[in-house]
């Protein structure tokens, strides 16, 4: 298994990366551009224990973050299970809703905005083998979201999205994953709590 470090990154690089990735991709990712506070947070990655430093901010390249992916769902788990009010949204911009659609993970765990295809998971679901599989479904190598928040989701009627509820889920978004390195890692964001 690969030795990781977290590597704390340039903010205005990372922000700029993280503005072309979440622009005009789906409603959540545009409302996190509106509504969150960048500024109140910071920039840090994981990433294999060699890297050059020179590499940190090279985040459509790929090649720098191999084996990154499993360990990085460890650490979700790990901070989903420190922080008991957390919940995890991933979206899902390879796959359109309709009234039809069936499968295991949309029908365990998926929740809709209009056509747009999100995954849920609170506290106890936080399982490794859950999100990895929530983080594949988001996976589409140039793009993918993983929003920790305390918004609770379980009041939601036939399991869809508002446009208030995706706000809330904004203005209370403590870290924010994006897919970065060609796919094979990821760039976090998290808020920073007052003092």
Known sequence: MTSLIQHL???????EYYKD??????ELSSKILKKTSFNSGRFFTYLPKNTEAKNLSLFS???????????VTKIIA???HLN?????????????????????????LGL?????????????QATIPKITECLRASNAIWHSLCVMTTSTLNDLINKKLSD????EICHNTKIIIVGAYDGEGYLFWEKKEPQ
């Open 78 to 80: 790990n901070i989903m």
């Open 61 to 71: 390249q790929g090649g720098i973050a191999i084996g990154v992916r499993s360990q």
């Open 164 to 167: 208030k509820k995706l706000t």
């Open 112 to 124: 809709s905005y209009g056509d747009e295809v999100y995954y849920h998971l609170d506290n106890k």
């Open 9 to 15: 990154l340039n903010f205005d690089e990372a922000l």
């Open 21 to 26: 990735n979440l622009k005009e991709t789906n």
């Open 84 to 108: 008991k009010n957390l919940s995890c949204i991933f979206d899902d911009i390879t796959t359109s809703f309709n009234n039809n659609l069936a499968y295991p993970l949309f029908d365990s």
